[in-house]
């Protein structure tokens, strides 16, 4: 077994010994940060006698292969038929995996660990947090994972600053690596060596809306003009936010989200006020939520009819193959017909960084491409809106818009008007 001072760099070190009780280590590929998680574990172990530690994974086939072998190799700790390491102190660490997690409900943890943590989520994380409070130990929830984005972790981490974030890249490590392993990193593709090698939350990999820019889609707020079709769509949600964007088309069909409201575990009434304090009372929404499925006394409806009860009429957006249906949004977005207000940070954040599911290894690259369901309410609020508003093609929009337009209108009335003088 190697000893920590024969293999810790300063970021491995940091993150073992921080003492917040959130603590992440976001880092590029072969920095070290995996190793720096079970050092940490087995440490808590090791120091709480009578401690009961979780290191969890997404994946079963993942923590077997990678984190179950990195921890023989490296701490060198036996692991029972279980998936546990028994400690004389009377600890124990359990390794677990992502489809376990509700086993863990009544589980009384003194510390946990989330092992490649962007590939779990945020509902996840702060379940996790709800299971820590052993005695017998330091109570931090620590995460492990790469840079993905403005991922949950980024906004947890970067933006709300709940905790120790400590970044590191593959440079950190290099006393650890064999030598041609930078080298060969540096031959990368440039996005792909910004990502691994050199360590960016900037990352298009695998973005269903790639043809979305921050700076070209984004706009400073102004007052929507008089005549400017305005309408709302809403993603209902409770344990999942229920997501409102409103939004607002030119006369060159170019359609701006200028509001949104963006909360979760709230009854239909608040939403319903937050909806009538924007002055609209309508718009269109997700069909699921006119299945019946409420029931109050003798009466059975649906969600849509709670919304009605509270003022606000909606309905179904028109829906369409789902794949026919991103592409349709991604086109509006190549030609720039679709900008966002900046005071819309969960669509701008949404839209930015939501992604096809990652192909595991073996299976075809022709199989059916599908979006991550996750962290996408506002660009399901988009599609409702690019599907019901605009059936056909942007060029042929445009070409009705413009012979629609005012301009158009006053041509047509003053060639009508001639025509009497004729």
């Known amino acids: 077994m190697q000893t920590l001072e024969k293999i810790l760099n300063y970021q491995q070190d940091k993150f073992i010994f921080a003492e917040d009780h959130f603590v992440c280590i976001k880092g590029t590929w072969g920095c070290g940060k995996s190793l720096a998680g079970l050092y940490a574990a087995n440490r808590e172990c090791e120091e709480n006698p009578g401690n009961l530690y979780l290191i969890i994974r997404k994946e079963w086939v993942d923590l077997r292969d990678s984190t179950l072998h990195d921890w023989e190799n490296e701490i060198g700790r036996p692991i029972n038929g279980d998936k546990n390491v028994l400690y004389p102190n009377g600890s124990v660490l359990m390794f677990r995996h992502g489809e376990d997690i509700n086993a863990l409900k009544n589980a009384n943890l003194g510390g946990a660990l989330m092992v490649q943590g962007e590939e779990m989520n ?49 440079f950190d490590n290099k006393d650890n690596l064999p030598p041609d392993y930078i080298p060969n990193l540096e031959k990368l593709p440039k996005r792909l060596k910004d990502r691994h090698l050199y360590g960016t939350d900037s990352d298009a990999e695998g973005l269903i809306w790639d043809e979305y820019n921050e700076t070209r889609h984004t706009v400073e707020p102004f007052e929507i003009p008089q005549g400017w079709e305005k309408g709302l769509a809403l993603d209902h949600g409770f344990r999942n936010p229920t997501a409102v964007i409103w939004y607002a088309i030119d006369f060159d069909g170019t359609v701006f989200i200028y509001d949104e409201h963006y909360e979760r575990g709230k009854p239909v009434s608040y939403h319903a006020e937050e909806i009538k304090k924007r002055n609209l009372f309508s718009g269109i929404c997700d069909p699921s939520i006119f299945n019946k499925t409420q ?20 309905r179904p957006a028109y829906k369409t193959q789902e794949e026919a249906s991103l592409n349709r949004v ?69 070409e009705k818009i413009e012979s629609h337009s005012l301009a158009a209108h006053l041509e047509r009335f003053n060639q009508d008007k001639a025509k009497e003088f004729v």
């Open 122 to 170: 945020e509902n996840d994380f702060w379940f996790l947090n709800g299971r820590l409070r052993r005695k017998e130990g330091t109570r931090q929830l620590r995460v492990e994972c790469n840079y993905d984005g403005h991922n949950w972790i980024y906004k947890l981490f970067n933006e709300q600053k709940v905790g120790t974030l400590i970044t590191t890249n593959t």
């Open 295 to 314: 029931t109050r006394k003798e009466r059975i409806f649906s969600i849509a009819d709670e919304y009605l009860d509270y003022g606000i009429t909606l």
């Open 330 to 398: 991604n086109e509006f977005f190549k030609q720039d017909k679709i900008k966002i207000f900046k005071n819309c940070v969960n669509t701008i954040r949404e839209v930015g960084n939501w992604k096809w599911k990652t192909l595991k290894p073996g299976v075809e690259r022709n199989s059916p491409e599908e979006p991550v369901d996750l962290d996408n309410h506002t660009c399901d609020d988009l599609k409702y809106i690019i599907n019901s508003r605009f059936s056909k093609s942007v060029q042929e929009i445009k």
